[in-house]
């Protein structure tokens, strides 16, 4: 669970978070679009660095690494399942480093974003309210849904639930004390934040006004430009280098 | 009998940067009656963790009879150490009462007639009779409460750490637990007990482990810390009712009559108690 962490906003000032979600998104995917589209050790480096970079400008290298550690699991299966059917080590690595690839991007941009400022931008880009607002509940509640997960877990730990011990069924029946709980406290506040908001008067005029409008800025374009360089070079390295 | 050494801890949170406990020092040893005391996010849910090794220490070392509990799984030190989470809500999952109290006992290995046993005996003990074969997410905050300190002490640990046990009890109930914990320090056993409430700690333990932003300020008896002015403004406390009636009186009321006295003071005057 602890890749979770990854999509946890903590308030911080950079230069990267006093950007515009839009430009930050744009940027994002074109990286991720790389590792879709090549399975080239360095130019998955070389893309990895830039990242790295990035999230070092945002000062979220330290979130980063621990949401990599989330992902050991996965690394763990892409290479068993790559030494059993491929017998080699290096494609295991390759394709370790674009799932690293791909999940950077993302977290880097989830990392230097506040929710309320994602929100404005799907707003902007006229996506309905009542989308937007649950798209943003639902980021901000990972890390909510992750810290519960955390206390009920200790609750039945005390209580003597071993979640190592048993087989395969034993170690499912032993879920249900977590996860009953965990549904459970979802639900209750679901309705708990709709009763909430609709005291407040959610919903009650059609459009919401914002108090601070989203503003390009000479960074943003900054990396509009990076964003198409970026495309450009996947255009050039797959149509007329023709690499993988 | 059950004896915890706390040495030199330091702990924080993987991801965080301060430490949350600073240098805590202690020994707990059997049949004591303990209060932690403290401010919002002091550290105490922290320290209690560390106690029964949900969390180890960053630094130092938290040993359990001699053993550290990095060594020890929590259902190992479970079954010594009872620690009572502050919210039910974390911690129902079944379909009845019963159920839910049976859980550790099943967890434990318990034959079936001791646990039908136990599991009767303390929900007599707790008033839960009626409520045997009730749904758990359908009962009151109080009666949750109840629940989930009965679903711990049903297997008898030695020692019992309740995190904020009286929050939302009705004034009989919390009598009741304050009942149903002496009797278990007569017997014996130990408690620590975390709580905002002085009146309830006051009545109830003997001794006050008083943190502040991580560090232990205070250690000892809990009348002559609880009279300290300095502590009680550094922790945010309050002095309990009946140290500020002795001052008041000019002499000191015997310990056995503490809860009669309460008792009845708050009878007479309903509105003025805290
Ligand atoms: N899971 C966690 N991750 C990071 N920091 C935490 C976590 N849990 C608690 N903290 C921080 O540790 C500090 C101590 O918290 P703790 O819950 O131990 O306080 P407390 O004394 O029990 O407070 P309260 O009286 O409000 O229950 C707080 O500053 C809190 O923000
Ligand atoms: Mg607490």
């Not at chain 1, 892409?78 to 690293?100: A, D, E, K, N, P």
């Not at chain 2, 020994?27 to 401010?39: D, P, Q, T, V």
């Amino acid at each position: 669970m602890s890749f979770l962490r990854a999509f946890k906003y903590k308030r911080k000032d950079s230069l990267m978070h006093r950007l515009d979600p839009r430009s930050k998104f744009l940027l994002s995917i074109i990286l991720m679009s790389f590792s879709v589209v090549f399975l080239n050790a360095y130019i998955l480096l070389a893309i990895l660095i830039f990242q790295i970079v990035l999230l070092g400008l945002s000062k979220t290298l330290r979130e980063w690494v621990y949401s990599l550690r989330g992902l050991i699991f996965f690394f763990a299966i892409i290479f068993i399942t790559q030494m059993l059917f491929s017998g080699s080590l290096f494609t295991g690595f390759v394709l370790s480093l674009r799932l690293i690839v791909l999940s950077s991007s993302m977290s880097w941009f989830f990392l230097s974003s506040t929710p309320e400022d994602i929100g404005r931008a799907m707003s902007a880009a006229r996506i309905p309210m009542e989308l937007t607002f649950s798209f943003i509940m639902a980021i901000r509640f990972i890390p909510v849904i992750y810290d519960e997960f955390q206390s009920i877990y200790d609750a039945q730990r005390s209580r003597g639930l071993e979640l190592e011990k048993g087989g395969f069924r034993t170690k499912i029946r032993n879920l249900m004390p977590i996860l009953i709980p965990l549904l459970v406290g979802t639900i209750r506040r679901t309705y708990e934040i709709a009763d909430a908001m609709e005291v407040r008067a959610f919903g009650a005029s059609p459009k919401r006004t914002s108090y601070k409008p989203l503003k390009f800025r000479r960074g943003d374009y900054f990396l509009c430009l990076a964003s198409a360089i970026l495309a450009l070079i996947i255009v050039y390295l797959k149509l007329f280098l023709g690499l993988e | 009998m059950v004896e915890i050494v706390v040495e030199n801890l330091f702990f924080k949170y993987p991801e965080a940067e301060n430490y949350v406990l600073k240098n805590i020092n202690l020994i707990i040893k059997e049949g004591e009656s303990i209060a932690i005391l403290g401010e919002n996010g002091a550290g105490k849910t922290t320290l209690a963790k560390n106690l029964n090794g949900l969390l180890k220490p960053t630094q130092g070392s938290v040993k359990i009879d001699g053993v550290d509990t990095r060594n020890l799984s929590v259902a190992k030190i479970a079954r010594k150490i009872g620690f009572v989470c502050h919210n039910p809500d974390h911690q129902f999952f079944a379909e009845t009462v019963e159920e839910e109290i049976r859980f550790g006992l099943r967890n434990f290995g318990f034959p079936e007639n001791e646990a039908e046993r136990s599991i009767r005996e303390v929900l007599k003990t707790f008033g839960l009779e009626d409520y045997r074969f009730r749904n758990p997410f359908q009962l009151s905050g109080g009666e949750k409460k109840r629940l989930a300190i009965a679903s711990i002490m049903v297997w008898n640990p030695e020692l019992l750490i309740l995190d904020e046990p009286t929050i939302g009890m009705d004034y009989a109930q919390r009598l009741n637990i304050q009942r149903v914990l002496k009797k278990l320090v007569s017997e014996g056993r130990s408690i620590v007990v975390i709580t905002h409430d002085v009146d309830f700690a006051a009545s109830l333990c003997e001794r006050a482990i008083i943190l502040s932003k991580g560090e232990v300020i205070g250690d000892g008896c809990l009348r002559k810390l609880l009279s300290d002015s300095e502590v009680i403004e550094k922790a945010s406390l309050k002095k309990p009712f009946l140290i500020e009636l002795e001052e008041e009186l000019g002499f000191s009321i015997m310990e056995e009559d503490f809860d009669e006295i309460c008792d009845f003071l708050t009878r007479v005057f309903p509105k003025c108690h805290s």
